[in-house]
């Protein structure tokens, strides 16, 4: 019944929804920390898989899929996806979408900012204190203290 609230929750504004939310994600995740914010617009899709720590910030119209870990202190900017899931093709007896599918753990560790439109793929765990600059597609994994951008993502520079 809360993933329903949660689903019908996903659209209202001002602190009250932000405050829905998270009483929500308490109740639903695996782990929910003390002063998450999920704004308006965002969609979880098996939030009873994730575990997300203190201090966190989910901005508009993101998407959360499944097995993810997301530390202390992380940023996640508007439009950004995580995909946990992944479709396997190694039955050719049956169409690519009836294949099994595959869950990999994200895992995003502390002091992490995500920036705009990134995805972040299946089984990536990115390092603390990292940036991911906008627009990446993240279909590996990373160290922590690094800049990482591109489709597909590559350290630009330590920090």
């Known amino acids: 019944i809360n993933k329903f609230f949660l689903i019908i929750f996903r659209n209202t504004p001002t602190i009250i929804g932000v405050l829905i939310r998270f009483v929500l994600l308490k109740n639903i995740c695996k782990n929910c920390g003390d002063n998450v914010i999920v704004y308006q617009h965002v969609v979880f899709d098996a939030p009873e898989m994730m575990e997300i720590g203190n201090e966190v910030s989910i901005h508009p119209f993101c998407y959360l899929a499944g097995a993810i870990t997301i530390g202390d202190y992380v940023s996640i900017a508007h439009t950004t996806a995580f995909h946990s899931h992944n479709h396997t093709w190694g039955n050719k007896e049956l169409p690519i979408k009836m294949n099994p599918v595959v869950v990999k753990r994200i895992v995003i560790q502390n002091d992490v ?9 299946s089984g990536v765990e990115i390092g603390s204190r990292s940036v991911v600059a906008a627009g990446s597609i993240v279909t590996k994994s990373f160290e922590g203290n690094s800049v990482i951008a591109g489709n597909p993502a590559k350290i630009l520079k330590s920090l």
Request: glycine share 0%.
């Open 113 to 121: 900012w995500i920036a705009c439109n990134c995805v972040v793929l």
